[in-house]
Each structure stands twice: as C-alpha cells, then as structure tokens.
C-alpha cells in the first residue's frame, strides 16, 4: 500500500455545488504526495456524480448513508494511510495558492496536532481571518475551539481514539479537550491555509445554538471539574449556562 505524507478527508451530504468548490480546490495544488478521500451521505443532489467527474483525483471515496457529521469522519479516518490528517468538508477550501499544501507539510515533523488561522468564507468571499493563541493553555482548550479545518492531525492521536458519535455538532471541540488534556502537543502555523464554508452546519442560527447548548453539556457531564472551575466563579453566569445545557427545546 501506498503511503502518503497526508491524508485529506471530506465529508458531504447533499452539497454537490460545495463539494465541487473544495474538489477543485485540492486539486489544483502543486504539490501531490497526499491521498483524498471522499466520505459522502447517500446524497441524491447530484454529488455522487461530481465525484464521478473528478475521480482522477480522488483516492478513495463512498457513497452511502451515516449516522451523522462523526460517524462520516471515523469512515474516513479509518481509510486514512497519510502520516497526518486534514479535514476539508464539502464547501470548504485551500486558499487560492497551488503551493500552500507543500508549504505546510514539508513543516509537519512531529506527532502532534498543527493549527494556524483561518478565514471565514461568507457566499465565496473572505469575511474575516480568525487567528489563535500561538500557545493553546488550559481555558482556552476549554472554553473555545480551533477550526477543524485550521487543523492537521497526526494519525497516531486517532490510534483507538475516535470522534464521539453520540455528539452532533462538538465532538471534535472534545476531541480537542482530550488530545490536549493527554498531553498531545498542540503546534501553531503562522500561515493560513484554507477557508472555513460559515454556511457550514454549526454556523447556522439554530443549530449554533444547540452547538453550544451540546458542548455545555458535554461539559458539565464530562469534565465537570473544569465546568466548575471556568464557569463556577460568578454564581449568576453559572446558573444560566447550566439552565441553558439542559434546556428542553
């Protein structure tokens, strides 16, 4: 079997317009020591063929349908041969550089987990550039969230180590939690590399808000001493983000 420096995994669903957009995207780099993999939904939009058309570049891909956002992920991570992983979902893209891909992964030594700035993308324009802590501490880890698709992981963090597929927007926030927490290091890019599609699920209205309801839930459940100990300070606050995290909506 072939081995790659990275492996690059998309997941879609009824996308077809934005899976082309990120195919096209990966496609274009100059760089090709990489594998790409397709995880897809069943979808009926018209992907299936898109993926058809661009076949020639892609390595491994799927059609059929999932339990949802994670369950598509762990397909593709266990499908995955590169020594590190970038998850570029449907709509999501490289920037409009054919060398960027080999900018970052000729740096990619160690085993570790990569992240670096990224812009938000609003109806294909850059909206703004997100950038991170160069040192990732404890309440940040906990309290925020890096982009996924900011981050480049190596494969051994996934080793019997899966996203969480009982979550349906904040497993890789988890993920995240935990990586950190085990003492995987966490190494900062300066440089950007893709463009995060703010259409994406967790961004929408509705599902923003059970994101964040989720994640609080999460957090209280399962690392409750941080829960206290980030949010328990200021009684009021406390109470009302844990009315919220157990809201029946």
């Not at 990619?108 to 040192?135: F, S, T, W």
């Not at 993920?175 to 967790?202: Q, R, S």
Request: glycine share 4%; charged share 25%; proline share 2%.
């Amino acid at each position: 079997m072939n081995k790659y420096s990275l492996s690059i995994i998309t997941i879609n669903r009824n996308n077809a317009e934005g899976l082309k957009k990120t195919i096209e995207s990966v496609a274009s780099q100059s760089y090709k020591d990489f594998e790409f993999i397709i995880i897809d939904g069943g979808s009926t939009d018209g992907s299936q063929q898109i993926i058809i058309d661009h076949e020639k570049h892609i390595s491994y891909w799927v059609s059929e349908k999932d339990k949802g956002i994670y369950n598509a992920m762990n397909k593709g991570i266990s499908k995955a041969t590169g020594d590190f992983i970038l998850f570029l979902n449907s709509g999501d893209s490289l920037l409009e550089d054919e060398e960027i891909l080999k900018k970052v992964v000729l740096n990619l030594q160690n085993k570790a987990v990569y992240y670096a700035p990224i812009y938000l993308e609003n109806n294909n324009a850059i909206k703004e550039l997100v950038e991170y802590p160069i040192m990732i501490e404890e309440k940040f880890a906990f309290t925020n969230t890096l982009c996924q698709q900011a981050v480049i992981y190596h494969l051994s963090v996934f080793d019997n180590n899966f996203f969480d597929e009982n979550l349906k927007f904040i497993s890789d926030w988890k993920m995240h939690f935990n990586l950190f927490k085990n003492k995987i290091a966490f190494i900062h890019f300066n440089v950007p590399f893709a463009n995060y599609d703010v259409y994406g699920l967790t961004s929408k209205g509705e599902t923003k808000y059970k994101a964040h309801k989720e994640r609080l839930k999460t957090q209280f459940l399962d690392f409750p001493f941080y829960f206290f100990k980030y949010y328990g300070t200021n009684k009021r606050v406390f109470l009302r983000l844990l009315k919220m995290a157990f809201r029946i909506k």
